[in-house]
C-alpha cells in the first residue's frame, strides 16, 4: 500500500476516535437539544416497527419537545430519513455510532473526490481539515441530523462521478441508481437541504446538455441512465410524503406547524415568531458565516487585529479559516476537473441562498444550516494548500523539500485549532440544557434492581431541559427500564403507578433532586 494511502486511512480512523471521544466527553451521548429529543424519540418509534403509535393517555404525564399528538397518534415533527438511519443504531443499543460512521465515511469521501478533481495529495489535505474541523467535530458528536446529510450528499456526488466515468451500460444503471437513492435519502432528511445542494449540478448538467445539444444526449447511453436515477430518487424521497400521510392524514401536510404555527419558510408575517423578511435573512447570514469563519478550521486572527478591522467596519467575525480558500480558487484555473470543484463550491453558495427562506439562524451549535455544503469549502482550503507548496517548488527551481515547510505550517495550524480552538468551542456544549450523565448517575445511586418510574413533580412550573436525561431513557412504547413522567395531579401521579405496577418509583423535585421518598405531587 503507498505511503499516502496509510496517511488516508490514519486520517479516517481519526475521524471516527475524534468522532467518538467528542460524543462520550462533551455530549455524554444524550440529546441535548429538543431536536435531538424528537429524532432519538422518532428513531425509536421506527425501530420498534411503527411508523407513528398511538398517543399514550393522559398524553401529558408522557411528553416530549417536538414530540407531536394529532388525532390520537405520536410521531416527532421532522422528515423521517435521519431517525430512520438513526434507528439503526437504536436497534444495536448505541445511537451515537450512526453519526460516527457518517463522519468517518465522509472523510474517505473527501479525500476520493479530492484525488479526482485534483491528485492525490490534495485529497488528503481535504480529508485532514474535515476530520480536524471543530464545527464537523461538534456535529458529529450530537445527535443531528446534519452529519448523514452530508454524508448523503458526498455519497450522491460520489455516485455522479461515478456514472459519469463508467464505460460499461450495467455500471452506468448501477451508479445511476446509486446515485438516485442517495439524493432520495437526503430529501427525506432535510428538503431545503437538498433543494440548496443539488441545485448547481443539476444547473450545470442542464447548461452542458443546452451546450452541446439535446439530440447527443437523446440516446441509450444517457437516457436511461437518467431514467433510473430520476426513478430511483423519487421512489426514495416518497418517505417524506408517506410519513406526513401516517401522521397527519395528508402527505403534504408541514408537520413543523403542529408545534409552532409560524415554523414555514418563506418571507412575511406567516414565517418566524415575528414575521421573516429579507434584512432579517442578511443578519442570519452575516452572523453564521462569520461563525464560520472560525468554526470551519478554528483559526483566528488576534483580538487586536480584530479590534482594529471592526473598527473600520468589517462584521464578519474573528475567522480567518478562508483565507486559505483565496489560493485554492487559483487553483481551479484551467484544471480539467474543475467543473466538479466548482458545482461543489456552488452547492455551499446555493445552500447559504436557500437557508435565506428559513426564518432561524446559528445558534450555540453553530452555523449548522450551512454545515452540509462545507465538503466544497474544505477541498477548496486543500487545493489552496497544495497549490502554495507548488508555488513554492517552482520559485525554488524544482527543489521538492522547499514545500516541506508549508504543510508543516498547515499542521501546526491544525494543531492549535486542536488545543487552542475546539476544547474551548466545545466546553459550553458539556451539560448543556441540563442535561448529563450525572442525573443517570443520581437515578442508578437509587434503584434497588427494579425498573424506574421517574414521576417530575411540579412539572407545570418546569422546563423540559430539567428531566431531558430521562426522557432520552424513556421508550415511546413506555417499556423500557426507565420510564418518565410528569406530575400535576394527584390524579397523575395515580395514572402513572396504576399504569406501571411492580416499578421502583422515584421523585424528581423541583430543585432537581432525585428521592424515593414518598410525594405529593
Known amino acids: 500500500m503507498k505511503r499516502i494511502h496509510i496517511l488516508a486511512l490514519l486520517t479516517v480512523l481519526a475521524a471516527f476516535v475524534l468522532t467518538a471521544l467528542v460524543s462520550r466527553t462533551t455530549f455524554e451521548r444524550l440529546p441535548h437539544l429538543e431536536d435531538e429529543v424528537a429524532y432519538l424519540y422518532q428513531a425509536k418509534i421506527f425501530a420498534g416497527g411503527h411508523m407513528v403509535i398511538e398517543t399514550p393517555e393522559p398524553k401529558h404525564l408522557y411528553w416530549q419537545p417536538f414530540v407531536v399528538d394529532y388525532e390520537g397518534r405520536r410521531f416527532g415533527k421532522y422528515p423521517p430519513g435521519w431517525s430512520l438511519l438513526l434507528s439503526v443504531g437504536v436497534l444495536v443499543g448505541q445511537p451515537w455510532v450512526v453519526n460516527a460512521f457518517c463522519a468517518t465515511l465522509s472523510v ?45 450528499f458526498l455519497l450522491w456526488v460520489y455516485g455522479l462521478w461515478k456514472l459519469q466515468h463508467a464505460r460499461l451500460h450495467r455500471r452506468r444503471w448501477g451508479w445511476a441508481v446509486f446515485a438516485g437513492v442517495m439524493l432520495g435519502l437526503l430529501f427525506g432528511s432535510r428538503q431545503l437541504t437538498a433543494a440548496g445542494l443539488a441545485a448547481p449540478f443539476f444547473i450545470w448538467a442542464g447548461l452542458v446538455v443546452a451546450w452541446r445539444g439535446l439530440r447527443r444526449f437523446w440516446s441509450r447511453e444517457y437516457v436511461q441512465p437518467a431514467l433510473l436515477f430520476a426513478l430511483a430518487a423519487l421512489s426514495v424521497a416518497l418517505v417524506a410524503p408517506l410519513f406526513n400521510y401516517a401522521a397527519a392524514g395528508d402527505p403534504t401536510y408541514n408537520l413543523y406547524t403542529l408545534v409552532w404555527e409560524y415554523d414555514r419558510i418563506g418571507f412575511g408575517d406567516c414565517c418566524g415568531p415575528s414575521g421573516h423578511t429579507p434584512v432579517k435573512a442578511f443578519y442570519n447570514m452575516r452572523r453564521d458565516l462569520g461563525l464560520l469563519t472560525s468554526d470551519l478550521f478554528g483559526w483566528q486572527m488576534s483580538q487586536g487585529v480584530y479590534d482594529r478591522l471592526y473598527a473600520g467596519g468589517w462584521r464578519m467575525g474573528m475567522g480567518v479559516s478562508w483565507l486559505l480558500l483565496l489560493p485554492g480558487l487559483l487553483a481551479l484555473w484551467r484544471r480539467p476537473s474543475a467543473g466538479w470543484a466548482w458545482a461543489l463550491l456552488g452547492s455551499f453558495v446555493c445552500l447559504v441562498a436557500a437557508q435565506w427562506l428559513f426564518w432561524s439562524g446559528a445558534q450555540l451549535y453553530g452555523p449548522r444550516y450551512y454545515f452540509e455544503g462545507i465538503p466544497g469549502l474544505v477541498l477548496l482550503g486543500a487545493a489552496g494548500a497544495t497549490g502554495l507548496a507548488r508555488f513554492t517548488v517552482r520559485l525554488a527551481d524544482g527543489n521538492r523539500y522547499v514545500q516541506i515547510p508549508v504543510y508543516a505550517a498547515l499542521l501546526v495550524f491544525c494543531a492549535g485549532s486542536m488545543v487552542g480552538y475546539t476544547p474551548a468551542r466545545l466546553e459550553p456544549l458539556w451539560r448543556f440544557n441540563d442535561i448529563g450523565q450525572d442525573d443517570i448517575d443520581a437515578l442508578n445511586a437509587l434503584r434497588d434492581g427494579r425498573p424506574a418510574l421517574v414521576l417530575v413533580t411540579g412539572a407545570d412550573q418546569r422546563s423540559w431541559r430539567e428531566w431531558g436525561t430521562y426522557m432520552a431513557l424513556t421508550s415511546p412504547y413506555l417499556d423500557g427500564d426507565v420510564v418518565a413522567a410528569r406530575v400535576r395531579w394527584e390524579a397523575d401521579q395515580a395514572a402513572a403507578e396504576a399504569r406501571f405496577p411492580g416499578r421502583q418509583v422515584l421523585y424528581l423535585m423541583p430543585d432537581g433532586s432525585l428521592t424515593s421518598e414518598q410525594v405529593e405531587p
Do not use: E, K, Q
Open 108 to 152: 474517505a469521501l473527501v479525500y476520493r473526490l479530492g484525488s479526482w478533481i485534483f491528485d492525490r495529495t490534495t485529497g488528503l489535505v481535504a480529508a485532514l481539515l474535515l476530520a480536524l474541523s471543530p464545527f464537523a467535530l461538534l456535529l458529529n458528536g450530537t445527535l443531528m441530523s446534519h452529519t448523514s446529510a452530508m454524508c448523503l
